[in-house]
């Protein structure tokens, strides 16, 4: 499905967080599309920092909380959640944890959690993990023939303390939509899920076509 990411061909998307500090993601020219930034997940990136997240005045929840990021192809959530104090494992197929570690380094000084770069397909098994406080997932619902090892994952990583937050951008072309209805379908017989108003999003990168759903284990 995907083919390597090519490191010595790349272009920088910055994205500038609350406190005025920028994030610079390196994007890949060549490779499958974990290679760039969807906007599902900036989406996902600036709701961390919304009042959702406030746990005090200039506390995030996510600090030293575990999160891992699933398809995480630049790792920009990931990354974000460790610059708020979480400790991150990024996941993605092999050929993308060069690209995520490369991010990691290149955003470090703006890290006061930790953030890692690991290979995890899904549908493969996770007993090696604790279930996190938080799972993260931009834009996954992508590949036909991986939404059921998706949902699987998901559900192998969780127990009942473990948030999900997902987003993705409703598609009409294609399968899309069915894959998407496919996706709900099965998180549904496991999860509690509820959609994120479109007004607790980021103020200004909020778009009606981008959802973000919170699942919690039934
Ligand atoms: C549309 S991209 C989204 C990337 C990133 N989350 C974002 O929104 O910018 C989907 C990601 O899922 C990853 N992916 C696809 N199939 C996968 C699988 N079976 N196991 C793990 N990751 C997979 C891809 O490599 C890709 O990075």
């Known amino acids: 499905m995907s083919q390597s990411v090519d490191l010595d061909n790349l272009f920088t998307r910055e994205l500038e967080k609350n406190d005025g500090s920028v994030l610079c993601i390196n994007q890949s020219v060549v490779g499958d599309v974990g290679c760039v930034v ?6 996902l990136t600036l709701y961390l920092e919304t009042p959702d997240f406030q746990e005090t005045p200039g506390s995030n929840k996510l600090r030293g909380k575990n999160v891992l990021e699933l398809g995480a192809g ?8 460790a610059c708020l104090g979480a400790n991150s494992i ?4 092999k050929d993308f944890v060069p690209l995520m570690a490369l991010n990691i380094r290149v955003n470090q000084a703006l890290i ?3 953030a890692i770069a690991r290979e995890l397909r899904w549908g493969t098994d996770v007993t090696d993990y604790q279930p996190p406080d938080y799972i993260l997932i931009a834009d996954c619902v992508y590949y036909e023939e991986a939404v059921g090892p998706l949902v699987q994952t998901i559900t192998d990583l969780c127990d009942d303390h473990t948030v999900v937050i997902c987003s993705y951008e409703e598609r009409t072309t294609g399968n899309k939509p069915e894959l998407q209805k496919k996706f709900f379908e099965l998180v549904e ?3 509690h899920v509820e959609e994120i108003p479109l007004e607790r999003h980021d103020p200004v990168y909020r778009s009606e076509d981008i959802h973000i759903m919170k699942f919690i284990m039934k």
Request: aromatic share 8%; hydrophobic share 55%; net charge negative.
């Open 38 to 43: 969807w906007d599902a997940a900036i989406a």
């Open 74 to 81: 630049t790792g920009i959530v990931g990354i974000q959640a």
């Open 90 to 93: 990024i996941t993605d197929l």
């Open 112 to 114: 006061t959690g930790s």
């Open 189 to 191: 017989k496991v999860f």
